[in-house]
């Protein structure tokens, strides 16, 4: 089927007049190539034969820049003669047109996919597809709603009262239109505006409109302002990273205890109630050009407790209060499915075991392909351990909070790869403290060479796990081949401890007989990974596994990790690294009473607690420490809370 798109370029440009030195507005100069010029150029890359140009104000220019320019298009300019409004002069323009076309405006600057658009148009059977997105005022902006298959339901015009509860999804203004579902609109009283007019005109009639939800860059350029602004993104490269066929930076997060408060199993909008700072985290995160997503088990649906409108009114609710932060969600998806049977007014055919209830990866797949995301730069923030067992399975990089269930679920035996207070933490953790620490990591990762061994140690609670996560991201980064060893791991089951201090809760010699194999000859090695777990106090053997190869760097980190003794082996020839971590003492004090009371200890218990360690820890901890080691204090690199 041929391609054509026809591209309304008959606005005044009344509003860029400063800026057009009597130019038409689609001829407007954007960093050095006129717009129609840019829009032209796209179509011709994405696979367009031609383009209907519809002018009014001097077309003579418009015209006579089509013919001075070879874009590889067969362009026809036609002359509206008069404004009929962005639908009417298409409607007048019927019979010209192919029996599928792409509609664009003259004022849009835009690099999007249009050859993708148009084939899920094809495979939609809809007359129509609008091309939708999130923005960062939805209060003020015309709004589009949605079913769950994708087919619009519903047009929102501003204003909106005030206790509305809409998605934030807006109408960019490029779409792809069966001629023949047009027909029966082109008679009587012709509608004006495709936004205000026809399409909702289409809905009412029973109509099949679909939405097409995207990223890409998009964007208006119809006043001074917002064309400075499209200039230097185009400068800076936020153009063309938004293209969708670049891998894309990602943060995806849970919902419940994580975005807003824990309230049990939330059935109704009223219920829903972001955490202090959600809002402006999430901006944040926009700002710096990750893509954020939402995934989250929502069982109220297999029970019988809510429906899916229910649900799509408490999503509505919580894109409406990000939004009047600026903030906003590429993505929406949920489990509705629930193993168990049991309840009241349960939905017989969700009572399943599926691979999109976390920990279960297929919604995080579908996260993946559809923002396009580098798994190995995006991250999963959650509160509970089937988060964190998601996000690893996934390949995402982990953040659990201390919000919600803060991890202590007990449903899953994982290590989160960071831990923060909350999600403007986390936010903070993304976009400086992990940036600032790789940088304070660079010279150590330049000296790294494959098989070499790096430790990692001090005391509790200052961030050596942090560390020895950002240098393995590092290194991995680079193409090496690290592993990441928490000799945490081998901490006994409190059950099992002798009483002799620092040394007499770990089974250092289990670690040691472990990785001697590797360690003395440099052979692959089998590993079979206990794993200790914090809540219970109890240790459990064999529950991960992971492979020494020759070119492995072995990180291995915690309290007594510099008291390790290697062996000396010429075979190996492997250099040891050696960083020591430090931090404010007062800071560690309030991490590990809240660590402590977190776990059941009393108040009196935790301080009992710390202080014991300071006797029994401490100074064995420092005898390990060397002048030549690599001094890192997490205290340094950790911003201080907004406000």
């Given amino acids: 089927m041929t391609r054509q798109a026809v591209i309304l370029a008959g606005g005044k440009g009344t509003r860029l007049r400063e800026r057009l030195d009597g130019r038409p507005k689609p001829l407007v100069d954007v960093d050095g190539t006129p717009l129609l010029g840019r829009q032209l150029q796209l179509l011709a890359r994405n696979g367009f034969d031609s383009a209907l140009i519809l002018v009014i104000h001097a077309a003579d220019q418009i015209e006579a820049f089509c013919r001075e320019t070879d874009f590889g298009l067969a362009l ?192 109704d909008h009223e219920d829903l109630h972001l955490l202090p700072g959600i809002a402006q985290a999430v901006r944040r995160l926009n700002d710096a050009e990750y893509r954020v997503g939402l995934v989250t088990n929502q069982p109220v649906i297999a029970r019988g407790e809510a429906t899916l409108q229910d649900l799509r009114l408490i999503h509505n609710k919580l894109e409406t209060e990000l939004g009047r932060s600026g903030g906003w969600l590429d993505l929406i998806l949920l489990c509705p499915h629930h193993p168990d049977a049991g309840f009241s007014g349960e939905v017989a055919s969700l009572k399943i075991r599926c691979a999109c209830r976390k920990p279960g990866i297929a919604l995080i797949e579908e996260a993946r392909e559809r923002l396009n995301l580098d798994m190995q730069q995006s991250w999963f923030v959650g509160d509970s351990t089937t988060d964190m067992l998601a996000a690893k399975r996934s390949g995402l990089r982990s953040i659990l909070v201390h919000t919600g269930e803060g991890g202590r679920d007990g449903r899953a035996r994982v290590t989160p790869d960071v831990v923060v207070d909350d999600v403007p933490a986390a936010v903070r953790f993304i976009l400086e403290t992990y940036p600032a620490l790789r940088d304070r990591l660079a010279p150590l990762t330049a000296r790294i060479r494959p098989g070499d061994v790096v430790l990692i140690g001090g005391r509790a609670h200052l961030g050596k796990s942090t560390v020895a996560r950002a240098l393995a991201w590092t290194l991995a980064e680079r193409g090496g081949k690290p592993l990441d060893l928490a000799l945490d791991r081998f901490i006994k089951s409190a059950a099992d401890r002798d009483g002799n201090g620092l040394l007499g809760r770990y089974e250092l010699e289990a670690a040691r007989a472990m990785l001697s194999p590797w360690l003395e000859s440099g052979t692959a090695t089998e590993l079979t990974l206990p794993w200790y777990d914090r809540h219970t106090r109890t240790r459990h053997p064999a529950v991960d596994h992971a492979t020494l190869e020759r070119e492995t760097v072995l990180i291995l980190e915690g309290v007594p990790a510099l008291l390790f003794a290697l062996p000396e082996s010429p075979a190996a020839r492997r250099a040891v690294h050696r960083v020591w971590v430090g931090g404010n003492e007062e800071e560690r004090h309030r991490r590990i009473l809240r660590t402590l009371t977190g776990r059941g200890s009393s108040p009196a218990e935790a301080e009992a607690i710390y202080a014991s360690r300071l006797r029994d820890e401490d100074a064995l901890i420092e005898s390990g420490r060397r002048s030549d080691d690599l001094q890192l204090t997490m205290d340094d690199l950790l911003p201080a809370p907004a406000g």
Avoid at 76 to 99: C, S
Avoid at 112 to 121: G, K, T
Avoid at 207 to 230: C, Q
């Fill in 76 to 267: 026809t300019t036609l002359d509206d003669g008069e404004a009929k409004g962005t639908a009417g002069a298409v409607l007048a323009a019927l019979d010209r047109l192919a029996p599928r076309f792409l509609v664009l405006y003259g004022d849009t600057l835009l690099d999007v996919d249009l050859a993708r658009m148009w084939e899920a148009h094809a495979h939609g059977g809809a007359a129509a597809t609008l091309f939708l997105h999130p923005n960062d005022h939805p209060h003020d902006s015309d709004l589009v709603e949605t079913d769950a298959s994708g087919h619009i339901t519903g047009f929102h015009s501003y204003p909106h009262p005030p206790d509305a509860l809409l998605p934030n999804l807006v109408n960019a203004a490029l779409y792809v239109i069966e001629r023949e579902a047009l027909t029966r609109w082109r008679d009587a009283s012709p509608p004006l505006d495709f936004a205000k007019d026809l399409f909702p005109r289409m809905v009412a009639a029973g109509e099949r409109l679909r939405g097409y939800v995207s990223f890409e860059y998009i964007k208006d350029i119809g006043t001074p302002a917002r064309l400075d602004k499209a200039v230097r993104h185009l400068r800076t490269g936020v153009v063309e990273r938004a293209r969708s066929s670049r891998p894309q930076k990602g943060v995806l997060f849970d919902r419940d205890g994580t975005l807003n408060q824990l309230a049990g199993h939330i059935r």
